[in-house]
């Protein structure tokens, strides 16, 4: 049998028995629309549907070239503002494609989380061990910064008896720091693993690439929505795109087995089935 061109694209209609899976040979072309993006038509619903429906490029009025070059931006620092006076475009077309991609990330991320392969077995095992509840003996370890809050939220959620907890304190005069000491707080933690390096990474590229998390910064986010749009696609470019030693976080976790772009992320359909 002669393989369907458009064995890669899936039927869009939610209603449609075949929403979501690929391969079936139910598409076929049906010519293009206005702006010159395919159509395609079901033969199972008998509905058509833009090819790039279920991508954050769908109903867009910009190029995907340009679409990738704006979405680059948004974990560079730059407020929304920067970002349409670097890039030429309203604010408004700013604003609302951040809003679509930040959708579209939120989504693609949260597909991925969810089809590790659950119910393998090395699946079941993972999840047994990370979530079994510890012990005296098998004790669960935290490593933070001195902040207060800290120690009363990990009390509240375990036993001391099963916690090791230590800390990695910044020696301050007057808001300058001149060195860093570790304290054992909860438990007895060898000294040398006690570090916040990792965490402390991330938090600082956060910082870093999300203009509203910068310290003192002058931009802070008016609504709750734009720190959901920053971290959203954030978390995206992180797990999938931003590989450290060839490595993404993805990657390390065996959700994903190569580096992503951002056009493969702009361009990625959620479907039922990999
Ligand atoms: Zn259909």
Redesign the pocket.
């Known amino acids: 049998m002669k393989k369907n061109k458009w064995y890669n694209f899936f039927?869009?209609?939610k209603?449609?028995?075949?929403?979501g899976k690929k391969g079936l040979g139910?598409?076929i072309s049906n010519g293009h629309d206005r702006n010159g993006a395919r159509k395609l038509f079901?033969?199972?619903?008998?509905?058509s549907f833009n090819e790039t429906k279920g991508t954050a490029f769908y109903k867009k009025h910009l190029s995907k070239k340009e679409i990738i070059k704006i979405s680059k931006q948004f974990v560079e620092k730059s407020s929304l503002r920067g970002v349409a006076r670097a890039t030429g475009h309203h604010l408004d077309t700013i604003r609302n494609l951040a809003g679509d991609v930040a959708e579209h990330c939120f989504e693609v991320t949260g597909f991925l989380i969810k089809d590790v392969k659950l119910g393998t077995h090395e699946i079941d095992e993972l999840i047994a061990q990370r979530t079994q509840q510890p012990t005296s003996k098998n004790k669960i370890s935290f490593c933070t910064d001195a902040n207060k809050q800290n120690k009363n939220g990990i009390l509240k959620s375990f036993h001391k008896d099963s916690v090791d907890y230590g800390q990695v304190i910044k020696d301050k005069i007057m808001q300058i720091v001149y060195g860093v000491h570790k304290r054992k707080v909860i438990g007895n933690m060898p000294y040398q693993d006690i570090s916040i390096a990792h965490v402390d990474g991330l938090c600082k590229a956060l910082r870093e690439r999300g203009k509203c998390f910068v310290r003192e910064a002058s931009t802070y986010p008016k609504k709750r929505k734009m720190i959901f749009i920053i971290l959203s696609i954030y978390q995206a470019y992180h797990n999938l795109i931003d590989a450290r030693k060839g490595l993404t976080p993805c990657m390390k976790e065996g959700i994903s087995n190569h580096v992503w772009t951002w056009g493969k992320l702009l361009n990625a359909k959620v479907s039922v089935e990999k």
């Not at 209603?15 to 929403?19: A, D, G, P, S, V």
């Not at 079901?42 to 509905?47: A, D, G, I, L, Q």
């Open positions: 039927c869009q209609n209603l449609c028995k075949t929403h139910n598409l079901c033969k199972e619903c008998e509905k």
